[in-house]
């Protein structure tokens, strides 16, 4: 029997006495000297761009005619900031949301997000939205509370003239969000609002000792307020509900830092407006989300905790590299549910490194020596190991995962590029069945179709230069001996798609392969994947000085793509422009 990882699990205090003692205890040991950071000037905060979500089409069938944003799940939709349903395009530019019609090629309507008047300057910063039929929920920043930032979401009516329904403000961080049918799920990180003493003026005479004293006298003396989320709820006629997550919603595991809180609220796209979100909250960080219908997945690998000054000194070398991950139950419209944890060593390279199947949960994490793909069946409320294979790529990292069903591809990189196929079928014993070594890596796997799997990412010398942008096409049929049919190089040059899969976009009707790049001359690469080749259709380039074509999709017989300064419409045949339309 494997051995299990430790147990992760929740405990949830409708007391909130006994809730800020525990998190004033676990923030106490985590602090340093410059806060819950690794530099001088304050504690540390999240009020980054959280992670990039990463990547098939959020569900159009087989029949459809238009392409959907890629996301890893099919019918689990992920956010982006262009958003199409066949018949229009929304996307978002500064402090706007355009809506262009599909079929006459123009602007339809244009929604002012960051106007004072309507709902309480509605959607600052908005950088990321999701669409369900006739609404869209803009995803942006508040930055009204600089020390703990705000995520802002807004929900907008797009039948007839756009308008707004409604906003919701609540502290942190936004990490990601996934949709299924009108439901959105949407994370957030937070960080408690506690203000140390000043680390700049009069203190840098002070030992670290005497700073990390200082801090956690400050830290014994914070009420349970600090560490809870506040939001604000505002509908279409200006009405205004404030709250704060409470404390019986707060889940803590046996081992927290109290740092940082996750919390997972939830919107119904087709209400009249956003409501309370309905948070649910652990006392954990996080940064990678996954989600394929029936389960959500939060991981928390840890890795800022490796930096100089972030804990308090310890003797020996910083610990080995491990990521908790946190299992909710999204099914329907209900309240997310927290039903398991569980914890492997090594850290994700992205979302795509997770994936469930048959109820288990895969994982591939790599650790200083190799990579590991574990299997986790849920026992109870722990994601206990069911079984493993290891040994990938002894001295190399992981580029890439994808799993399709029983199926797993990992592609580990130092100098070559081993692709590894897997065979998970039996959870109790996944095992190795296939390595093909070649130069390079591809660092984004798409399954092609026809037992063939296709690689996007960098050729390499045998010395493991990078020498520019690889699309390779794999034949994966026989999972024993995996080979290359085909490759299409672009030396001097690479892709968003090599880290961000949204820009990906595969057609499958045309087998248009269409990749951003980013070389001398920044365009728009128009591949062919026909029978066992890979060949070159044109390219698009926009009009303008430096216009960077980040994202593409289909439309009927349309290719469009977008670019800081505009969407441009080609014939998806023969790849002649059909019209221009200018944004900035």
Known sequence: MPSSPPALKLVAYDDCGELVKGLRTAAAEAVGPWGFGNLPGGIRTTLNAGAVPDAKAAAPGADADFSGTNTHEAGVDEPDFVKSDGKRIVTLTVGKLIVI?????????????????????????????????????????????????????????LAGTPKILGSYRIDGAFVDARQIGNVARVVIRSAPRIEFPDSV??????????????????????????????????????????????????????????????????????AAGLGTGDPATVAADGGTVYANGPSLYVANDQRWRSGPGVLVKRAGPAPDPKTQLFKFTIAGTAKPK???????????????????????????????????????????????EAGKVGGLGKGERIYSVRFIGSTGYVVTFKQTDPLYTLDLSNPAAPRVLGELKITGYSAYLHPAGDGRLLGVGQEATQQG????????????????????????????????????????????????????????????????????????????????????????????????????????????????????????
């Open 101 to 157: 019609d599909a079929a006459t090629r123009k602007v339809s309507a244009t929604l002012p997000l960051g106007d004072a008047s309507a709902v309480d300057k509605a959607a600052v910063g908005a950088s990321q939205l999701l669409l369900s039929s006739d609404r869209a929920l803009v995803i942006g920043y508040d930055y009204s509370d600089p020390r703990s930032g705000g995520v802002l979401l807004t929900l907008v009516d």
């Open 201 to 270: 003026k009069g203190r840098q005479s002070k030992s670290d000792d005497e700073r990390v004293a200082a801090n956690r006298a400050v830290i014994a003396a914070a009420p349970v307020e600090a560490w809870l989320p506040r939001y604000t709820s505002i509908d279409a006629a200006g009405g205004k509900t404030d709250g704060q997550v409470g404390c019986g919603a707060v889940q803590l595991p046996e081992t927290y830092s109290g740092t940082s809180l996750l919390t997972v609220t939830s919107f119904d796209l087709g």
């Open 338 to 384: 927290y039903v398991a944890a569980g914890e492997v060593p090594g850290w994700l390279i992205n979302q795509y490194a997770l994936s469930e199947w048959d109820g288990r949960l895969r994982v591939a994490t790599t650790t200083n020596e190799a990579s590991t793909v574990y299997v986790l069946e849920q026992r109870g409320g722990t994601l206990t």
């Open 465 to 584: 230069r990078v020498q520019g942008l690889q699309v390779s096409l794999f034949d994966v049929r026989d999972l024993s001996a995996p080979a290359r049919l085909a490759q299409f190089q672009v030396p001097g040059t690479g892709s968003e798609a090599e880290f961000d899969p949204h820009a990906f976009l595969f057609w499958p009707a045309t087998g248009s392969l269409v990749l951003p790049t980013n070389g001398r001359q920044p365009s728009a690469l128009v591949l062919t994947i026909h029978d066992n080749q890979v060949t070159k259709a044109g390219s698009i380039v926009h009009p303008g000085q430096y216009s960077y074509i980040t994202r593409s999709l289909v439309i009927g017989g349309t290719l469009w793509t977008v670019s800081n300064h505009g969407l441009q419409a080609n014939d998806l045949t023969t790849l002649a422009q059909q019209a221009w339309i200018q944004l900035d």
